[in-house]
């Protein structure tokens, strides 16, 4: 199996611009989530989705924030007008169907800047 | 209410040594699971273990080993013989039961000085 992907690996932005994060989950992997890292913190819950529904949205998903799985795969996590406070580590996670949501395996992360 | 404490913010100790991290956890619910994450320093969460609050079976793997005890609720990580690639970032986590996203304490930063 491929582990979890995600694209871009690094982004640098201006303030105020648009940005779209990819993720692709293991292949098998019907669910999946979005964490934010922010620098001496650990990752936390932004959003999920079990195969193409978005189920969960916590309350750091601001109306700036939007993510998208329209076909039960890949995802898609857009920003709009970033803040410099959205500068972290976006990450990605998916885990099997069936049973509980345990043992979500990570992509490498998003590292967004903005400046 | 959920909480994952994980009051050791550094350690660093020397190649070979053995290491403990602590986890305290906080939850109302009988039932949930605890997981522990290594991150490199490339950053990628790497899954190590999950553990069911009704099964207290410390466990080892390798150099590895876990001690999960309900009464104190704590579920801390040992590493014996330490090794420079051991360094990095190791955080505890708390999935309880029907919800979906784990809750991450704020990590433990491990240095192995060769």
């Known amino acids: 199996d491929t582990g979890v992907s995600q694209d871009p690996r690094h982004k640098i932005t201006k303030r105020g611009q648009n940005v779209t994060f990819r993720c692709d989950p293991i292949?098998?992997?019907?669910?999946l989530y979005w964490y934010r890292q922010t620098l001496g913190q650990g990752p936390e819950f932004l959003t999920y989705f079990q195969n193409e529904a978005q189920l969960e949205k916590s309350r750091l998903l601001s109306d700036r924030f939007s993510a998208e799985r329209p076909k039960g795969s890949f995802s898609t996590l857009e920003i709009q007008r970033t803040e410099q406070g959205d500068s972290a580590m976006y990450l990605c996670?998916?885990?099997?169907?069936?049973?509980?949501?345990?043992?979500?395996?990570f992509g490498p992360g998003t590292r967004l800047t903005v400046t | 209410a959920q909480k994952v404490t994980q009051a050791q913010t550094e350690i660093s100790v020397v190649e070979k040594e053995d290491v403990t991290l602590d986890c305290v956890y906080e939850?109302?619910?009988?039932?949930?699971?605890l997981f522990w994450y290594k991150q490199p320093p490339s950053g990628e969460l790497v899954f190590l273990i999950r553990?069911?609050?009704?099964?207290?079976q410390n466990e080892i793997s390798g150099r590895y080993s876990w001690n999960f005890q309900k009464s104190t609720s704590s579920f801390n990580f040992t590493i014996t013989a330490s090794q420079v690639v051991d360094s990095a970032v190791y955080f505890c986590a708390l999935l309880q039961t029907g919800a979906n996203n784990l809750f991450f304490g704020t990590g433990t930063r491990l240095t192995v000085i060769p």
């Open positions: 939850t109302r619910d009988t039932t949930y699971y």
């Open positions: 292949s098998e992997h019907n669910r």
């Open positions: 553990r069911n609050s009704f099964d207290e």
């Open positions: 996670a998916s885990s099997r169907r069936g049973g509980k949501n345990y043992e979500q395996y």
